[in-house]
């Protein structure tokens, strides 16, 4: 039998032209939506990660790009949201690599 051998990959966090990049997408969230800014979508995974249960991306990302959480209409741009969500998908997992390394 051959050694097993364990990959492990590190998903790699947004650096500042990423950051600016998210908030320029959030600053076309169609209106009347009020969506967070890329400073305050950190304090928002970091509670969606320390619940004591997995919190389904679908039902938290709603928050983001409204404050009153309300839907996205329904005419979005389907390339625009898939942008945002694949930065901030990336951050969050990001945040539960460092919560899971911290031992939390």
């Known amino acids: ?3 097993s051998t364990t990959i492990f990959t590190m998903t790699v966090d ?3 032209a ?3 990049t ?3 997408l959030l600053a076309r969230t169609p209106l009347p939506l009020e969506p967070m800014d890329a400073v305050m979508i950190d304090g928002w995974l970091a509670g969606v990660s320390v619940q004591p249960r997995i919190i389904p991306m679908a039902d938290w990302l ?3 790009f409204d404050v009153e959480g309300r839907a996205l209409p329904q005419d979005h741009d389907p390339a625009w949201l898939a942008s945002c969500r694949a930065l901030i998908e990336r951050r969050f ?3 539960n690599e460092d919560l899971a390394d911290a031992a939390w």
Do not use: I, K, Q, S
Request: avoid cysteine; glycine fraction near 12%.
């Open 22 to 24: 998210l908030n320029t």
């Open 18 to 20: 990423d950051l600016d």
């Open 1 to 3: 039998m051959g050694a």
């Open 14 to 16: 947004l650096n500042n």
């Open 93 to 95: 997992e990001v945040m």
């Open 62 to 64: 709603p928050g983001v």
